[in-house]
């Protein structure tokens, strides 16, 4: 019980204490400042400098046993506290080696005993550890501090960038981020802070010195001219009392300096620094067995001392059998496996392909940049929540990678793994596109809109305005892009959709329509059919948000056929309302192309059973007549602001759809039972069965037409 009271006691005292640090820091550094003006007695100074060279080695440990930076990121202020205590312990003992004669027990055992009495051996020793620390440990420091600083500033947009990535795919939350960035901040205004610290210690030691001879000036004035000494008295006493003073302020500045230079190299680390360097170090054995042999050959060399190279070589000898024996031992454990195992996965990784990805020449890097007011990143996340909108399904993460390979300016847009779209646009600059209504050209960079492919011209800030003013349409940079990328989702969306995204889709409903699902899935229908129908209708460009009347549409008509070609009719029909408004315009028609009744009678009779299913069979000639009055039509709805839309009966849509898609990919086709029947229609042309009479097309004709079909 007592000693329990005891400990309770003790930890009370402790966190007194901490609550209290500030109040001590402050007493601390008012308590040095005191120290410069006010005599300390020499037992006094005794106990400080104790301190002082307690101090450093505390500080040289937690520096070995740190495994980054930041976990001692006080450092910098503290080594200028540390500086100053260290050059006011300096004044408190000149004061006394002047004035006295006497300076303590700790600097009389430092000239003493350290330096043997010999004050030309201890000054000797004294300069050797300041240029030490001077020339070899602090400049290094210093540079590297220096060196780390700057790259790690020049890094900062790139680990920026990954950081909006990982939080834009969803790989960690906004806190985590926030973690991250304050992190990268950190390590930036740390190792400018090292980089500043460094300048204390190196005018420390030039402060050494120049106090270790202004003591050995004054003493000898002081010893000869006041005291009455002779010279050799004057010289051994306050050499001596000033080179132990020397030695016992320089040994701490040294352990401190070499604090700081393992500090500021322990970058890419894992453990602390003494596990580092033993498994590093003794990582291959195979050099240490050739280290052994070379040393078991020195102490074979005449007229070299045998001894020590033979205990050397036998030590290292050992060293690395012993690795070897744990080598082999190792192999029959389990954890072996363990590891081998981790490494096949890490290994498995790397065959991952991201669903979609985006990469960008190093010159886009501002887009993605937070810190340079990119909101690509922001973009995306907005474009995500609108096609989860418009098209019913969730877009995976989009990543973001920065690839050396592209322009500067030059982006690629992925889908797993496959390049489908790419552009170029200039950061800083505007993009003014022509919709006809500007009548007079702008100065600029003249270029192609990459998402519809219509002239353009990159223009500067200063430009937008006088653009938009005649009639440009002007967009920023980033928007060009998030254009394109929106563009790309919709045309692709099909290919975005995986069976495990339709599996996640189908597990949503059941939570609402667990009979639906129930009924449907797997009883009626595979995940393969249901996957297949929804692929079918973004292929079309038709949203599947309406997901309930699909699956009950499909789990209606699924104990009737299997085949997926009609079943997506199916859905079609019961999606009208979806297909209506898709395609209305905005005064509440719907403008299209029409088939002749005769030319639909033909297709009807065209229709041929396949090792594949049904399929339309024209020849070559009437093919390409019909391609040619589609596109002309299309183009007349296009010069009219209007989408290019074929209106057919249900019996030939989904077969004549698979015919033109390869060839006519952004011709909707529609058939008359997948719109409501209050919708105003209006054709604007027909497609004829009496225009293909007699119009047979040559072959060269032919390829250019259908774009090298083969029929």
Known sequence: MIRDDRVTLRNSALATLTRRSDVLVALGVVGVLVMMIMPLPPALLDVLLALNIAIGLTVLLVAIYNTEPLQFSVFPGMLLMITLFR???????????????????????????????????????????????????????????????????????????????????????????RRRREKISREADFYGAMDGASKFVRGDAIASLIITAINILGGFAIGMIQLGMSFPEAIANYTLLTVGDGL???????????????????????????????????SRIRPLFIVAAVLMFF????????????????????????????????????????????????????????????????????????EQNGDLLNRITLIRKQQALDLGIIIPPIRIRDNIQLKPEQYTIKIRGIEIAQGEIKVGYYLALNAGEAGEEIEGFKTTEPT???????????????????????????????????????????????????????????????????????????????HKVLQKLL?????????????????????????????????????????????????????????????????????????QGRALSLTPE??????????????????????????????????????????????????????MPTVEVESIGVVTHRSLEGKAAPLESLTEETGGTGL
């Not at 004294?126 to 780390?148: C, D, P, Q, S, Y």
């Open 87 to 177: 050059l006011a312990l300096n004044v408190a003992s000149t004061r006394l080696i002047l004035g006295d004669g006497y300076a303590g027990q700790v600097i009389s055992a430092f000239g003493g005993f350290v330096v043997k009495g010999n004050y030309i051996v201890g000054f000797i020793v004294f300069l050797i550890l300041v240029l030490i620390n001077f020339i070899v440990i602090t400049k290094g420091a210093g540079r590297v501090a220096e060196v780390a600083a700057r790259f790690t500033l020049d890094a900062m947009p790139g680990k920026q960038m990954a950081i909006d990535a990982d939080l834009n795919n969803g790989i960690i939350d906004e806190q985590e981020a």
């Open 539 to 611: 292929r079309e460009s038709i949203p599947i948000r309406d997901l309930t009347t699909i699956l009950e549409t499909l789990a209606d008509y699924a104990p009737n056929t299997k085949d997926v070609e009609i079943l997506t009719e199916y859905a079609r029909f019961a999606l009208n309302q979806t297909i209506t408004r898709l395609y209305q315009h905005d005064d509440g028609r719907i403008y299209c192309m029409t088939l002749d009744p005769e030319l639909e009678e033909m297709f009807n009779r065209e229709l041929e059973q396949t090792a």
């Open 248 to 282: 016992v302020n320089q040994i701490p500045a040294l352990i401190v300096s070499t604090s700081a230079g393992i500090i500021v190299t322990r970058a890419g680390a894992q453990n602390n620094f003494g596990h580092d360097v033993t498994a590093q170090l003794f």
């Open 622 to 675: 009437v093919f390409a007549a019909i391609i040619r009055q589609i596109r002309d039509h299309a183009e007349q709805l296009s010069t009219q602001g209007r989408r290019g839309i074929l209106l057919t009966a249900p019996t030939i849509r989904p077969y004549l759809r698979k015919l033109l898609e390869s060839t006519l990919p952004d011709i909707s086709l529609v058939s008359y039972s997948e719109l």
């Open 299 to 370: 102490a074979l060399v005449p007229g070299l001392p045998a001894l020590p190279f033979m205990i050397l070589s036998l030590l290292v000898g050992g060293i690395a059998f012993s690795l070897r024996s744990g080598r082999k031992a190792e192999q029959l454990t389990p954890e072996l496996a363990v590891e081998e195992e981790a490494s096949e996965e890490k290994i498995e990784d790397f065959l991952y392909v991201d669903p979609m990805e985006i990469e960008i020449g190093y010159g886009l890097i501002p887009l993605v940049d937070v």
């Open 452 to 530: 519809f492919g219509m002239p353009a011209t990159w223009i500067r800030g200063e430009n937008r305005e006088r653009a938009e003013l005649l009639g440009y349409a002007v967009i920023e940079a980033a928007a060009v892009l998030a254009t394109h990328l929106v563009d790309v989702i919709q045309k692709n969306s099909w290919r975005i959709l995986g069976r495990q995204d339709a599996m996640n889709l189908v597990e949503n409903i059941k939570k609402d329509n667990p009979a639906l699902i129930d009924e449907l899935y797997p009883n009626l229908l595979s995940l393969a059919v249901i």
